[in-house]
T-cell receptor, first 111, second 113 residues
Framework: ETGVTQSPTHLIKTRGQQVTLRCSSQ?????VSWYQQALGQGPQFIFQ???????GRGNFPPRFSGLQFPNYSSELNVNALELDDSALYLC??????????FGEGSRLTVL | GQQLNQSPQSMFIQEGEDVSMNCTSS?????WLWYKQDPGEGPVLLIA?????ELTSNGRLTAQFGITRKDSFLNISASIPSDVGIYFC?????????????FGGGTRLMVKP
C-alpha cells in the first residue's frame, strides 16, 4: 500500500478526444511525477511537478500537460488522443530518500 | 537518451531455484531501484541502492549497486510461486534530473510449482 491513489482505473476514449487522469497521495508529498507504460515495456517518464510547477519533462509532446494543486494532488491531461497513447499511466510520489512510490495506474485505451 | 539493458527478458524456473537478473547502463546513476509489477498493478518498490558497491537484502531478495555505477543485479533465493511477475530495474541520476527514473525493459519471471 503506497498511499498513492489514481482515478479512473480504466477508461476508453476515441482518437482526437481529450482525457484527464487524477492522482492523490495520502501523505501530501510535494513532488509528483507521471509515467507512461506501454504494453510489454518499462515505464517512461512524462514529467514531474514540484510545488505546483513543472520542473522536469521527458520526451513527450506538448499535448501532454499536467497540473499540481495546493493539496499536492495532480492531473495528467492528454489532448488530441492518438492510438499510440493507449497505455498504463502511472503517478508516483517521492519518498524521503528519493525513491518513488507508484499508484496502481490508469489504463487508457484509445480506439 | 539513457538506455538501461535488463536481462534476461524472461525466465521460467522451478520453485525453490535461485534467480539472478541484471541491468547495465551506458551512463552513471546515483541511485538504483528494483521494482516488481503484478498484472494490472503499479510497480512496487523492492530494494533501493544509494552507494556504489552497496549490497542490500530484503528477505530472500539481494541487490547490489555496481562499483562503476553503471550496473546492478537482483538475486532471489529459493523462489516461490508468488515471486511470479515482472521485475524492473530503474536508475535515478538525481541532481538536475530530479526524480526522473529510467527503467529497464523488465524481466518476466515464471515459477513452476
Amino acid at each position: 500500500e503506497t498511499g498513492v491513489t489514481q482515478s479512473p482505473t480504466h477508461l476508453i476514449k476515441t482518437r482526437g478526444q481529450q482525457v484527464t487522469l487524477r492522482c492523490s497521495s495520502q501523505s501530501g508529498h510535494n513532488t509528483v511525477s507521471w509515467y507512461q507504460q506501454a504494453l510489454g515495456q518499462g515505464p517512461q517518464f512524462i514529467f514531474q511537478y514540484y510545488r505546483e510547477e513543472e520542473n522536469g519533462r521527458g520526451n513527450f509532446p506538448p499535448r501532454f500537460s499536467g497540473l499540481q494543486f495546493p493539496n499536492y494532488s495532480s492531473e495528467l491531461n492528454v489532448n488530441a488522443l492518438e492510438l499510440d497513447d493507449s497505455a498504463l499511466y502511472l503517478c508516483a510520489t517521492r519518498g524521503g530518500t528519493g525513491e518513488l512510490f507508484f499508484g496502481e495506474g490508469s489504463r487508457l485505451t484509445v480506439l | 537518451g539513457q538506455q538501461l539493458n535488463q536481462s534476461p527478458q524472461s525466465m521460467f524456473i522451478q520453485e525453490g531455484e535461485d534467480v539472478s537478473m541484471n541491468c547495465t547502463s551506458s551512463s552513471i546513476f546515483n541511485t538504483w531501484l528494483w521494482y516488481k509489477q503484478d498484472p494490472g498493478e503499479g510497480p512496487v518498490l523492492l530494494i533501493a541502492l544509494y552507494k556504489a558497491g552497496e549490497l542490500t537484502s530484503n528477505g530472500r531478495l539481494t541487490a547490489q549497486f555496481g562499483i562503476t555505477r553503471k550496473d546492478s543485479f537482483l538475486n532471489i533465493s529459493a523462489s516461490i510461486p508468488s515471486d511470479v511477475g515482472i521485475y524492473f530495474c530503474a536508475g535515478q541520476e538525481g541532481g538536475n534530473a530530479g526524480n526522473m527514473l529510467t527503467f529497464g525493459g523488465g524481466t518476466r519471471l515464471m515459477v513452476k510449482p
